[in-house]
């Protein structure tokens, strides 16, 4: 059980600000740990697909998910150099009542935080935590600031340079897949349609969709052999951008000419953590898992992380017990899903005859049946883990 149990939570991220409210409403004693000097996340949009909705309807923040982005009415995908569509998955005839939305990552940020302190959460900010030690009885985070602190229970929400997986799990060895990514916001007209498009070409694509209040998403993947570091706060020329995608169509290069401040950061493949608990400390979401952006559902499978692990600990006395069926209930399927992800990377860029054998395809299903393309992905988005437990 949880009430009056303290909990500190490190990162005040997707996942640990959905941890950290639903542990509350449970009523246990929650801090929050967080590095920066305030809850903020830099410029960039996100899918909330049906099963990511759920959970936070489920949190009693169904409302505020409706204020902060636009459902999405189709997903498009479009040949990248002509424009031309390839295939249209009409989501509200499709899957009529499922909830798609369309959402910026900081205004998600914002609702989980304001969700988090309504419901007693305490956030500390500028709290960089420089160790995190598990050998003893009792968790020890060691911050910068030289306080030591031992809290009932830890869970690691920070992210996919988390000392709470290092200290479980040990170094892990990420690899650079050979491809990086730049995100922007550029300025959309409110009218404009509410759909998800992914342009598709040779060794590269374009992710596009609006998100309310006058902005629009932009996600551009390329494939290269440099290295390009880790990290979501590289700037880069607009320039560069444009001219990685001079080949696109008009559509998308009016987009890009409008890009003022591109962020580039590196693609890099994580294995799917082997340990995620012991000792009073548990992760989620990236620190468990992180995943390639092809797939829409690294802040989805952080939401499903936080609801599944929340309610553990709340039917279960004992800790560790509560933390094993967290990990089985979620392992399994997150795997599934990244791997999904990393095919899709590979699918995005096909070349040659294999992309118009993959457009013929995909066409041909638009016509004769839509509805298996987006079956496809059933398991992903139909899984509702409020009803788990």
């Known amino acids: 059980m949880l009430i009056g149990r303290r909990v500190t939570v490190l990162g005040a991220g997707i996942a640990g600000l959905a941890v950290a409210r639903a542990l509350a409403l449970h009523g246990a004693q929650v801090t929050v740990l967080e590095q920066a000097d305030q809850v903020r996340e830099v410029g960039a949009g996100l899918q909330i697909s049906p099963n990511g909705a759920k959970v936070l309807r489920a949190l009693g923040l169904g409302d505020a998910l409706e204020k902060a982005g636009p459902a999405t009415a189709a997903i498009e995908m479009l040949d990248g150099e002509t424009g031309s569509r390839v295939i249209r998955l009409d989501l509200a005839k499709l899957r009529p009542g499922a909830e798609y939305r369309l959402v910026h990552r900081a205004r998600l940020i914002e609702l989980l935080a304001e969700g988090a302190r309504d419901a007693g959460v305490e956030i500390r900010l500028s709290q960089k935590v420089e160790d995190v030690d598990l050998s003893a009885g009792r968790p020890k985070l060691l911050t910068a600031m030289g306080e030591t602190i031992e809290p009932d229970l830890l869970i690691g929400a920070d992210g996919l340079h988390s000392r709470v997986r290092r200290a479980l799990n040990g170094e892990a060895r990420p690899f650079f897949t050979h491809q990086v990514a730049w995100r922007a916001l550029v300025p959309c007209d409110e009218a404009e349609p509410k759909v998800a498009q992914v342009f598709l070409g040779a060794g590269k694509h374009l992710v596009s969709y609006p998100l309310g209040r006058g902005l629009r998403n932009i996600v551009a993947v390329e494939e290269r052999w440099r290295w390009v570091e880790e990290s979501w706060n590289l700037r880069d020329d607009p320039l560069t ?58 802040a989805v499978m952080a939401l499903e992380d936080a609801w599944v692990l929340a309610q553990a600990l709340n039917k279960f006395e004992n800790d560790e017990h509560a933390f094993a069926v967290y990990q089985q209930m979620r392992a399994g399927r997150c795997k599934a899903i990244v791997e999904a992800a990393n095919r899709n990377a590979r699918n995005y860029h096909l070349s040659g005859f294999q992309r118009t054998l993959g457009h013929f395809a995909l066409r041909t299903a638009s016509i004769f049946a839509p509805g298996q393309v987006l079956n496809r992905y059933d398991w992903v988005h139909g899984h509702d883990v409020t009803t788990e437990i």
């Open 241 to 298: 951008l444009l001219a990685a995608f001079e080949e696109f169509c008009p559509k998308v290069q009016e987009w890009l000419e409008a890009v003022r401040e591109p962020w580039l950061w590196g693609l890099f493949r994580h294995p799917v953590a082997r340990v995620w608990q012991g000792r009073h400390a548990v992760i989620l979401g990236d620190a468990a898992h992180p995943t390639l952006p092809f797939l829409a559902q690294g």
